[in-house]
């Protein structure tokens, strides 16, 4: 289920890419590269590779609205529609500094066909260190994230709502892993516009 979901997104950030549709973020102006190497683990490059709108059913998203540094989409996947805000990091360390990486993004997706509302994820922009915990901090609460290939998903499924609450109303959210070569990362990602993002999106999701 995580390996298809993160397709999905994998997918969707492609298009956003590919259409042309800039991620905003407070430290970074310039737009994503559309790169095969957005996503590093082996299984999924070959579907980076391809058109990403062939990889994610049709889909070609949709900017519904921009709010602060998190843009709104919707985009229908296989016959089933998809909601979700992104947002680039505003800023980004690693340890050792100035390591080489891919653009990270944090995604706060709504599957109506799955039951699924407001799900977490981070892709993260390398490998992660397999078998390692990263942590997503907010309102001054951290919590354990799942880690596979390079995306992030929450461990505990019953904080979600907790966390996603507590990320409607702080001033940004704060990301830390560590890659399969050893370098520690931290992105802290702004939160302003979120909570009006996802209220755009759940009104949009109904229907």
């Known amino acids: 289920m995580v390996m298809s979901v993160r397709r999905i997104l994998i997918s969707l950030m492609a298009s956003v890419v590919m259409c042309g549709i800039a991620v905003p973020a407070q430290a970074q102006s310039a737009p994503p590269k559309a790169s095969k190497d957005a996503a590093k683990p082996n299984s999924a490059k070959p579907e980076v590779a391809k058109p990403a709108a062939a990889v ?41 500094p100035n390591r080489p990486r891919d653009p990270a993004y944090a995604f706060v997706s709504t599957r109506p066909a799955e039951k699924v509302v407001n799900e977490v994820s981070v892709m993260i922009g390398y490998t992660l260190k397999p078998g390692s915990e990263s942590t997503l901090e907010v309102g001054g609460a951290a919590y354990a994230m799942y880690t596979q290939g390079d995306g992030l998903w929450i461990k505990n499924a019953a904080e979600e709502e907790r966390m996603v609450e507590a990320m409607r109303k702080a001033a940004d959210a704060t990301v830390k892993g560590v890659s399969a070569k050893g370098t520690e990362t931290t992105d802290t990602f702004s939160l302003k516009g979120l909570a009006q993002a996802l209220d755009r999106l759940a009104q949009d999701c109904r229907r």
Request: with cysteine.
């Open 56 to 96: 994610a059913g049709g889909a070609e998203p949709t900017l519904i609205g921009q709010f602060g540094t998190w843009g709104a989409y919707t985009a229908t996947t296989n016959g089933k529609k998809v909601c979700f805000a992104l947002a680039k990091p505003s800023s980004s360390k690693t340890n050792p």
